[in-house]
């Protein structure tokens, strides 16, 4: 019990929404068929981690051991650092399962408050039941499932923290007092709020040199995506994410679209860290060069077994440094030249 009484608590506070964090996520599964058929060797499939400062979720759907004719919701809760050696998060948790052929017929699952916690050694999850039998989800007539894809989605609220610190998040859902420094992400399914001078200190927009300050609004064509947050606390100041593996491509692509060359520059040790093993992509080393992210590129090269000329096609000359050019050079020179091409 003295552990559990030195553990730091935050509550939550009521004249600020959301300040523990706001997670809204949409999943699209794909392949149901396939995953019904073999649910007995497989029976979870989930989304990737959407991290908040210091927590992280995700979900997806399970058709538990012995329960496999029915349709579960899942959520996975975890920490990314506590001192502690258990910690609780306390939080106010929906479900939606859409209707792809009516979207007001989308059922919602209001599982209310629940705690998430560590003591039984197991990670932290919650199943709703959705009383949908797998032969009625299959039936494409009903909705859920159109074109072999389901979608899923969850609007997670964390209200208590103990265990561990989580600093104030911003919640983007909530305009600035004062409209003149808002800038409005619009998506079809909801608007996110920037302050327009944190974003003006990093970039101008690169499509027509136009100062973030002098738009109103930006639209997009497809609804939020988990990401964006993520990237958006970013901006704010906060660490580069390094759980969220599969958020880099997104992360890069942002920051290039906005210009934001100093984000750029604070992932690239995240970007070399993440590479460990896989092989870098062609757009995220286009994207290095652009911005001289020189860790980046070094750690490409040193990864190449060859070099050949199509592997530079698409590299923007001008903005390339002095010591790139130099490292590609020596790199070349120590392979003995290029690497032939295939006719």
């Known amino acids: 019990m003295g552990a559990k009484q030195s553990q730091e608590r935050k509550s939550y506070l009521e004249d600020y929404p959301d300040p523990l964090g706001h997670f809204t996520s949409?999943?699209?599964?794909?392949?149901?068929?396939?995953?019904?058929?073999?649910?007995?060797?497989?029976?979870?499939?989930?989304?990737?981690?959407?991290?908040?400062?210091?927590?992280?979720?995700?979900?997806?759907?399970?058709?538990?051991?012995?329960?496999?004719?029915?349709?579960?919701?899942?959520?996975?809760?975890?920490?990314?650092?506590?001192?502690?050696?258990?910690?609780?998060?306390?939080?106010?948790?929906?479900?939606?399962?859409?209707?792809?052929?009516?979207?007001?017929?989308?059922?919602?699952?209001?599982?209310?408050?629940?705690?998430?916690?560590?003591?039984?050694?197991?990670?932290?999850?919650?199943?709703?039941?959705?009383?949908?039998?797998?032969d009625s989800l299959l039936n494409e007539n009903l909705g859920f499932v159109k074109n072999n894809e389901m979608k899923m989605s969850t609007d997670i609220r964390v209200l208590k923290v103990e265990g561990f610190h989580q600093p104030t998040v911003v919640n983007y859902r909530v305009p600035p007092t004062d409209p003149f420094y808002q800038l409005i992400f619009a998506y079809p399914n909801e608007n996110l709020y920037v302050n327009k001078e944190m974003l003006n200190a990093h970039c101008i927009l690169e499509s027509h040199h136009t100062q973030v300050r002098d738009l109103d609004e930006i639209k997009f064509n497809r609804p939020s995506p988990g990401e964006i947050e993520e990237f958006l606390d970013c901006i704010y100041g906060f660490p580069i994410p390094s759980i969220s593996r599969g958020t880099l491509p997104f992360f890069l692509r942002n920051a290039k679209s906005l210009r934001?060359?100093?984000?750029?520059?604070?992932?690239?040790?995240?970007?070399?860290?993440?590479?460990?093993?896989?092989?870098?992509?062609?757009?995220?080393?286009?994207?290095?060069?652009?911005?001289?992210?020189?860790?980046?590129?070094?750690?490409?090269?040193?990864?190449k077994k060859s070099i050949s000329k199509n592997d530079l096609e698409d590299f923007n000359i001008e903005k390339m440094s002095g010591e790139t050019i130099k490292a590609i050079v020596k790199r070349v020179l120590k392979f003995g030249g290029w690497e032939k091409e295939e006719e």
Not at 275 to 288: G, L, Q
Not at 293 to 303: G, I, S
Request: charged share 20%.
């Open 26 to 134: 949409i999943y699209n599964i794909e392949n149901i068929s396939s995953i019904v058929a073999n649910r007995h060797q497989n029976s979870l499939t989930t989304a990737k981690w959407f991290v908040k400062m210091n927590i992280h979720f995700t979900h997806g759907i399970r058709m538990p051991e012995g329960m496999e004719d029915s349709l579960f919701l899942v959520i996975y809760c975890g920490v990314l650092c506590t001192n502690s050696k258990y910690w609780r998060i306390k939080a106010n948790v929906k479900f939606v399962l859409h209707d792809l052929n009516d979207v007001q017929n989308s059922v919602e699952y209001h599982y209310g408050d629940v705690w998430f916690d560590n003591y039984n050694h197991e990670m932290p999850v919650i199943y709703q039941d959705t009383n949908i039998s797998l």
């Open 260 to 303: 934001l060359r100093s984000l750029a520059q604070r992932a690239a040790q995240t970007i070399v860290n993440d590479k460990a093993v896989d092989v870098f992509t062609k757009a995220e080393v286009i994207i290095a060069v652009d911005f001289d992210m020189r860790r980046v590129v070094h750690a490409w090269l040193n990864k």
